[in-house]
């Protein structure tokens, strides 16, 4: 088991950063992809971003490619988000997520322990 929480969120202006920090504690931290979902009133869970076991690969959704960036550190068992340049079409709640097995992905059926989420809120 897993557990995952989320913090960092808030209310910031278009063109403001935030950093998502998503902490671990139960199994092993190492041994899962970590993710990065989020979910806006009235739209379908998307998927943000995923980092590999060792950190060393990432990918990111085309919407947010560029802008944010994704690090873990497992010695902390903590996941971060990196949100620069925010638009208000960022708004959302975000979500971690952990996934047993070593390939990154971007479905999020495919990931095993939820976090509660945070809420990220940009003004334009």
């Known amino acids: 088991q897993v557990q995952l929480v989320e913090s960092g969120g808030g209310l910031v202006q278009a063109g403001g950063s935030l950093r998502l920090s998503c902490a671990a504690s139960g199994r092993t931290f190492s041994n899962y992809v970590m993710g990065w979902f989020r979910q806006a009133p009235g739209k379908e869970r998307e998927f943000v971003s995923a980092?590999?076991?060792?950190?060393?690969?990432?990918t990111y959704a085309d919407a947010v490619k560029g802008r944010f960036s994704i690090s873990r550190d497992n010695a902390k068992k903590t996941v971060y988000l990196q949100m620069n340049v925010l638009k208000p079409e960022d708004t959302a709640v975000y979500y971690c997520a952990a996934g047993s097995g070593s390939w990154l992905r971007t479905d999020d059926r495919r990931y095993d322990y939820w976090g509660q989420g945070t809420q990220v809120t940009v003004s334009s």
């Open positions: 980092i590999s076991w060792s950190g060393g690969s990432t």
